[in-house]
Structure formats: structure tokens, C-alpha cells
């Protein structure tokens, strides 16, 4: 089983910056798919960001050239670089990732607040 702790969420004014953590309890080489889902409330989960084990990322629209994932291997550790941030950016986050010994399943993290406000 792959465990995941997430940190890194706040308040946030509009066009202020926040960086989302991601701390997988297995190494990052292992994975197949990184991502990062958000949830605003009475909405739909949304796919903000994925990254591959071999560098390809993708991200929605709404987001692109102002969110960035990463990870760092040594820390094994997924990140989401949030900048410009936008009300409507407001939601709870999730990490996801997808083990390369099983590629179709998937793990979550608990969640983390984002609020961007004025």
C-alpha cells in the first residue's frame, strides 16, 4: 500500500503563490503517473496536473503557465508550484499516483486546503 501526506495549503491572496508537497511513502522511481486533482465545493473533481516517470507533463487549461509539478527523488517527494493564483482556484487538492508493479490502481492523499481571497 502507498501512503501519501500532503501539506502546504493556506490562504492565499489573488496573485500570491503557494507550493503543495506530497510525501509518498515509496520511492518516486516506482511510480508510473504522478498527479494532482482539486475539488471546489459542489463541483466536479477536476485533473489540474500529471507528470509520467518519463518527464511528459500535462495540465488543464485553466492552469497552464502558472502551475508547474515536480518531484524530488531524494526526498520522494511530489510538487505542485502554484503561481498568479486566482479565486477560482479555491478547492481542496489531492496527490494521486499510480505504481508502475500495478498501473491500474491508483493512491490518494488526505487532501489539502487552497483558499485564494482578498
Known amino acids: 500500500q502507498v501512503q501519501l501526506v500532503e501539506s502546504g495549503g493556506g490562504l492565499v491572496q489573488p496573485g500570491g503563490s503557494l507550493r503543495l508537497s506530497c510525501a509518498a511513502s515509496?520511492?518516486?522511481?516506482?511510480?508510473?503517473?504522478t498527479a494532482w486533482y482539486r475539488q471546489a465545493p459542489e463541483k466536479q473533481r477536476e485533473l489540474v496536473a500529471t507528470?509520467?516517470?518519463?518527464?511528459?507533463?500535462t495540465y488543464v487549461d485553466s492552469v497552464k503557465g502558472r502551475f508547474t509539478i515536480s518531484t524530488d527523488n531524494t526526498k520522494n517527494t511530489v510538487y505542485l508550484q502554484m503561481n498568479s493564483l486566482r479565486p477560482e482556484d479555491t478547492a481542496v487538492y489531492y496527490c494521486?499516483?499510480?505504481?508502475?508493479?500495478?498501473?491500474?490502481?491508483?493512491?490518494w492523499g488526505q487532501g489539502t486546503q487552497v483558499t485564494v481571497s482578498s
Open positions: 507528470l509520467t516517470s518519463s518527464g511528459s507533463t
Open positions: 494521486n499516483v499510480r505504481p508502475k508493479w500495478d498501473v491500474g490502481s491508483d493512491y
Open positions: 515509496v520511492n518516486i522511481f516506482s511510480l508510473y503517473v
